[in-house]
């Protein structure tokens, strides 16, 4: 019985399923130890997201295996195998990813991803790494992760939490935002979901919820036969 309360307690707490697709890009798998570049308009090579930039062209994104070094630099992901960086084969300015969604209006969402900086003391990585995010084209602000970690990523989770007016499709874009002289901006592990309002959980989440709750009573009726 104890044990069946702890677990609707934590189903409680628990995301919804990530709407993100390949949310850590982890397809499609590139070798150890290397990295591929992404240009414009590329779907191929990172299913799901769609790479974006009007001047970067052939040279927009790089992905990053977590095995990949320049000397004593570590280009470690967050999660997983892989990484994104933002900036591409040096700094190209506007490099970027998306990805379409179809969400509910008057929903609330939360969309979260993890940010890297690379060892500010490194030559090439100097400033703190800054990428923007868009909502149909529309800014939602810019977020920065300044802090450093010795020859390695330093990654630090962001949180964007909004509501569509209106249910449709919603196009999610993060763009690269850090000045040309540095050389990496690192994005991994991207999460949506749904949240719950005033406290009251989301259809899906009250569907799981309701089902948790006749198990408990399931479980009760078991105890009291005894």
């Known amino acids: 019985m104890k044990t069946a309360i702890l ?25 150890p130890d290397t990295f591929s570049i992404l240009g414009t308009g590329d779907s191929t090579h990172l299913p799901g997201w769609v790479v974006t930039g009007s001047g970067c062209t052939t040279n927009c994104v790089l992905l990053l295996t977590n095995s990949y070094a320049e000397g004593s630099l570590q280009f470690f992901s967050h999660g997983g195998t892989q990484n994104l960086d933002l900036t591409g084969g040096g700094n190209t300015v506007d490099g970027g990813i998306q990805q379409t969604v179809s969400l509910t209006g008057g929903v ?79 994005l991994d592990d991207v999460f949506l979901d749904a949240t719950p309002r005033n406290g009251v959980p989301e259809p899906a989440t009250a569907g799981m919820l309701g089902a948790g709750l006749v198990v408990i009573a399931a479980v009760c009726r078991k105890s009291v036969r005894r």
Request: no cysteine.
């Open 7 to 31: 677990a609707l307690l934590a189903l409680g707490t628990m995301h919804g399923a990530n709407i993100i697709q390949n949310p850590g890009f982890e397809t499609n798998a590139i070798f």
């Open 108 to 186: 609330n969402y939360s969309l979260s991803f993890w940010l890297g900086n690379m060892d500010n003391a490194a030559n090439g990585y100097a400033l703190a790494s800054v990428l923007e995010v868009f909502l149909n084209g529309v800014t939602q602000g810019t977020f920065s992760n300044g802090n450093s970690t010795t020859n390695q990523t330093n990654w630090q989770q962001f949180t964007l939490n909004f509501t569509p007016g209106v249910s449709g499709n919603t196009t999610i874009r993060f763009v690269n935002a850090t000045g040309s002289s540095d050389n990496y901006i690192g």
